[in-house]
């Protein structure tokens, strides 16, 4: 899930702190899809999920989107963006993504957002990409090749993976709308951006989703993960408190300890997290090609970002990433 923060001073003694929260938001946004997957299959319906899990977080923070409702007057196209394509978008596109293919793929192939990112400033905005970042482009596209084995006839279900590529495509839509304008001197909160970013995705997936029609039954029993009945409740705490509030939270406050390419190749660990929670709770076993797909994936993923050139004054989006930046972008799903 995309976190919004500003280019700050990194203080090389701050570092350890930052890698540490950089690995907790990764494991945080990593479990949501396998907190969320028992619940789809005990009933809900995906977006009935999405919105439990965005208004639920919307509400924990909308102390700081009172303390900072300025931003609603300065930044209203950025709060926009962010609650229509990071929040609602991105969102609702995985978690319907993962009602139909594994976790692990829906997250794979969510990841190939940098390489999307790369070629929307290649060949949309005309801008020079370096030949290291278009090498990670092939990586990334051959190794989604792999994840969704093209040889067998596309093993997975299309509509899953179409998807799963929305999610992408939401992500490289924040990118290249939160970008404009975040370099100035007054810079948005990043907590401030998150908090009306939830509670305008709230509002948009309260109108697609039609949570009245919830069947709320579901939430007062049990849901099933690999033969281990769970509270259903418990999973919806984890999904709101952990891989929603403290994932963008802590993504936030890595952020401005690190680097933006040191937080983002860190921000890749999601996927791998997200694979192996799915393997180890829900079952979702993958074949060895598709594990080496997947490697080859945030490979490629890692090299797109890490390798693209430096951002100037007259190149607004040229350093991409997955789920972590406003000023450089670089979830979750």
Known sequence: MPVPTTALPRDPHARGVGLTLALVSALAFGG??????????????PLHVVWLRVAGAALVMLPLAVRHRDLLRRRPALLAGFGLF???GVQACYFAAISRIPVGVALLVEYLAPALVLGWVRFVQRRPVTRAAAVGVVLAVGGLACVV???????????GLALALGAACCQVGYFVLSDQGSDSEEAPDPLGVIAYGLLIGAAVLTVVARPWSMDR?????????????????????WIVLVATVAAYVTGVLSVRRLSPQVAGVVACLEAVIATVLAWVLLG??????QIVGGVVVLAGALIAQSSAPARSAEDPVASGGPERQLSTPGTTT
């Open 284 to 289: 979702e076993h993958l074949s060895a090609p």
């Open 149 to 159: 084995e093209v040889w067998a006839g596309l093993g997975f279900d299309a509509l």
């Open 86 to 88: 990071a929040v609602a």
């Open 217 to 237: 039954s579901v939430l007062t029993g049990s849901a099933d993960m690999d033969g281990t009945p769970v509270a259903a409740f418990l999973l919806l705490a």
């Open 32 to 45: 949501s899809g396998v907190a969320a997957k028992p619940l789809i299959e005990a009933g809900l319906d």
